[in-house]
């Protein structure tokens, strides 16, 4: 089964740009979650997708927003891009997400190296 | 206080040691626990995840859980120079939001 895919790998911005991720679960998968992670902040938390709905959103600006397709691929996307955005985004993809509490394993993509100058 | 806790490193152990790796959490209520391994410059890779108090053993790795005293840790027996790497433990915080802590380095010298 191929893994979780995310395009492109490497982007170049500039301050005031916008900028559009795409990412693919792996087969089957239906939940997609986000995450940025810098050295300073470490791994941060983004939002979740499961059936086309936003089901939780973490502690960032509303410039970061996100969306899920039919097929449960994502993509985020950040709006009037800062220098503090430059960061690798994380896609990580499980089958269903939560159930009775437990939370499903997350597979993660190898990233988006996004740099803004 | 973090949420998710970690000692930063690096931890150096000789090869064929046994690594033991800790992780302390803020959240009484949280039922999942997963630990990755990231190697520099890669992403993420699921090593084990653990629900229940006790020990989880999977090859040369055991995570253990103690809900009362907020405790996840991971031991690697038989520690390669190909384990070194940073090691993440994550928390469940709802609807798949995992929270991290901010990783230990695990350094195996031959």
């Known amino acids: 089964k191929a893994g979780v895919t995310q395009t492109p790998r490497y982007l170049i911005k500039t301050r005031g740009q916008q900028v559009t991720l795409s990412c693919s679960p792996i087969?089957?998968?239906?939940?997609v979650s986000w995450y940025q992670q810098t050295p300073g902040q470490g791994l941060q938390f983004l939002f979740e997708?499961?059936?086309?709905?936003?089901?939780n959103k973490g502690n960032f600006p509303g410039r970061f927003s996100g969306r899920q397709f039919s097929n449960s691929r994502s993509e985020m996307n950040v709006s009037t891009l800062e220098l503090g955005d430059s960061a690798l985004y994380l896609c990580a993809s499980s089958l269903q997400g939560s159930t009775g509490g437990q939370s499903d394993t997350q597979y993660f993509g190898p990233g988006t190296r996004l740099t803004v100058l | 206080q973090k949420e998710v806790e970690q000692n930063s490193g690096p931890l150096s152990v000789p090869e064929g040691a046994i690594a033991s790796l800790n992780c302390t959490y803020s959240d009484r209520g949280s039922q999942s626990f997963f630990w990755y391994r990231q190697y520099s410059g890669k992403s993420p890779e699921l090593i084990m995840f653990i629900y229940s108090n006790g020990d989880k053993e999977d090859g040369r790795f055991t995570a253990q859980l103690n809900k009362a005293s907020q405790y996840v840790s991971l031991l690697i027996r038989d520690s390669q120079p190909s384990d070194s790497a940073t090691y993440l433990c994550a928390v469940a915080g709802g609807y798949n939001k995992l929270i991290f802590g901010a990783g230990t380095r695990l350094a195996v010298h031959p």
């Open positions: 997708y499961f059936s086309e709905t936003q089901r």
């Open positions: 087969s089957g998968h239906r939940s």
